[in-house]
């Protein structure tokens, strides 16, 4: 079967499916997948069997078929087809609670060279990380993974994917509602700090900055109570992005400063590191040169101070998109730099780097 006569095929099933005839056009595109020579029409009918079996529950066939389209993107070595299968990967995983396999394929998503699909697929690879971090009750990053698909959706006026966003988060406000729940029931303070700091997140993302506002205060308070500097930070750092909504940048600046103080007090080289990236934002559009250039030259020192840097290349790890493997030993390195180095120990101290991945 030819390249013609592939596409029209793919077509007349989509046409049943979309008449709810799902039946015939499962058949029909098995018969397109047994018979066509052309790879990238089996690319497209196994991503329609993808996203019918996703659509029918059936997610071990939707795996099946997932894992046969990364071969064929392998076979036509572009960037585009192998970023919209392993986010078909990622899906099919997260549908069956695999949610580290999810994760694992999602960052290979992101770690892909630029590609034309990136801006279409960015938004749903952020997503469904999401979800996973969701999965495994991980609140903060499931948050800021949802901001980032919502980014990507109103960029781009992806009104379906803003959508499944809003779902994704209506599941993230009642999994820390019911957390809340039980902190209260059991007078657990720090994960009430936690709970409350979570709501206020979801309401500054939301755009909900009058209801964030008090959320962080009560965050504050309760993280003050018990001494926890690092989760001082991360309140202060929430009400400096709510300030910078409000356009009220000076604001932001005093909230980024006093986080700062206990970001150096406690040595949180991740927290100073976001602290200064936002205040590079804030300097950069009030037009001051000289202040910019001291946060990017602090920003820089923090990434050297915690050897956030790829041992092998030198480059900072972070600003760029890019894959990354950690070893047995704890040393982390740029995927493609060990890959080129082509041994078979760590390049820093020569311990065994064998170690299973997902991808």
Not at 10 to 31: C, D
Request: proline fraction near 2%; aromatic fraction near 6%.
């Amino acid at each position: 079967m030819g390249q013609d006569q592939t596409k029209q095929q793919i077509e007349k099933g989509l046409q049943l499916y979309q008449s709810n005839q799902t039946e015939k056009a499962l058949q029909l595109w098995m018969k397109v997948l047994e018979k066509s020579s052309d790879l990238v029409g089996r690319f497209r009918v196994l991503g329609c069997l993808v996203t019918a079996h996703s659509e029918m529950g059936r997610y071990k066939e939707m795996l099946k078929f997932a894992v046969v389209q990364i071969d064929t993107a392998r076979e036509l070595e572009d960037a585009n087809f192998l970023l919209e299968s392993y986010l078909n990967l990622a899906r099919s995983n997260e549908k069956l609670c695999e949610f580290h396999k999810t994760i694992s394929y999602c960052k290979t998503c992101l770690g892909l060279p630029g590609t034309r699909a990136a801006a279409q697929l960015g938004g749903q690879v952020s997503l469904s990380m999401g979800n996973a971090f969701l999965g495994l009750s991980l609140f903060q990053k499931a948050l800021e993974s949802f901001e980032k698909a919502l980014r990507y959706a109103h960029n781009n006026d992806d009104a379906m994917l803003e959508c499944r966003v809003c779902c994704s988060l209506g599941s993230f406000y009642a999994q820390v509602k019911e957390s809340m729940k039980i902190a209260l029931q059991h007078g657990d303070r720090p994960l009430q700090a936690l709970c409350l700091l979570c709501f206020a997140d979801i309401h500054r993302s939301r755009g909900d900055l009058q209801t964030a506002f008090p959320r962080y205060d009560s965050a504050m308070s309760i993280m003050t109570e018990i001494g926890n500097r690092l989760g001082q930070v991360q309140v202060l750092l929430g009400v400096a992005k709510c300030w910078v909504a409000r356009k009220a940048l000076d604001k932001a600046l005093d909230a980024i400063e006093r986080a700062q103080d206990l970001a150096e007090e406690v040595g949180n080289k991740l927290g100073q590191l976001k602290l200064h990236c936002l205040s590079e934002g804030i300097y950069r559009s009030k037009g001051l040169q000289r202040e910019l250039r001291a946060h990017v030259v602090r920003f820089h020192e923090c990434v050297e101070e915690a050897e956030l840097y790829c041992g092998l290349c030198g480059e900072s790890i972070g600003e760029k998109n890019s894959r990354l493997q950690a070893l047995p030993c704890s040393h982390i390195f740029h995927l493609r730099c060990l890959q080129n180095n082509g041994t078979r120990s760590c390049p820093n101290c020569r311990r065994s780097s064998m170690k299973p991945g997902f991808v």
